[in-house]
Antibody, heavy 117, light 108 residues
């Protein structure tokens, strides 16, 4: 069965960077795009970007351009999302989610990133 | 970017009630509309795709309808496990993917 397992919670200081991983299993990794979505405490869902695990091509939301880097490692079926220049407003749960025609059919368990001095 | 607006933002209902949640797009999105359910502390779960198609494994009490700019999610008879937050999401003009702000369904 499809599984997306994310890395554990992180605590970072303002100005630092964080890198969250999402390890996929149960399907052909390079056949499905992967999204990153975040959710601030008590807030809604915010799309961050998408990566094509086959070629590594990425597109990110305008809000995050210049601060977010999405990469993949096909040898371990893992995608990564790195967010730089962290500020308190970046405190959120970050999710990876597998794409099927822009439907997010399978989600990771989420990774809480806390930005605090 | 296409804006998605849900109503109501919150809703109180009882077990057995019929409930409808509305989602409106800022421009026509044909039937490129998906619905998700999220329970506290959990990842969202896809319920309905392409406005009215039920995702595998989702109970038939959930249904979706609409096209163009106006969409609805209906739960025909609320069960205790249905109390959650529901989000709509457009997949017509991407990127970016955009979500509604969510509708919190609470027990009356």
């Amino acid at each position: 069965q499809v599984q997306l397992v994310q890395s554990g919670a992180e605590v970072k200081k303002p100005g630092a960077s964080v890198k969250v991983s999402c390890k996929a299993s149960g399907y052909t990794f390079t056949s499905y795009y992967m999204h990153w979505v975040r959710q601030a405490p008590g807030q809604g869902l915010e799309w961050m970007g998408i990566i094509n695990p086959s070629g590594g091509y990425t597109t990110s939301a305008q809000k995050f351009q210049g601060r977010v880097t999405m990469t993949r490692d096909t040898s371990t079926s893992t995608v990564y999302m790195e967010l730089s220049s962290l500020r308190s407003e970046d405190t959120a749960v970050y999710y990876c989610a597998r794409d099927l025609s822009q439907q997010l059919t399978h989600w990771g368990q989420g990774t809480l990133v806390t930005v605090s001095s | 970017d296409i804006q998605m607006t849900q109503s109501p933002s919150s809703l109180s209902a009882s077990v057995g009630d019929r409930v409808t949640i509305t989602c409106r797009a800022s421009q026509s999105i044909s039937n490129y509309l998906n619905w998700y359910q999220q329970k506290p502390g959990k990842a969202p779960k896809l319920l309905i795709y392409a406005a009215s198609s039920l995702q595998s494994g989702v109970p038939s009490r959930f249904s979706g309808s609409g096209s163009g700019t106006d969409f609805t999610l209906t739960i025909s008879s609320l069960q205790p496990e249905d109390f959650a937050t529901y989000y709509c999401q457009q997949s017509y003009n991407t990127p970016p993917i955009t979500f509604g702000q969510g509708t919190r369904l609470e027990i009356k």
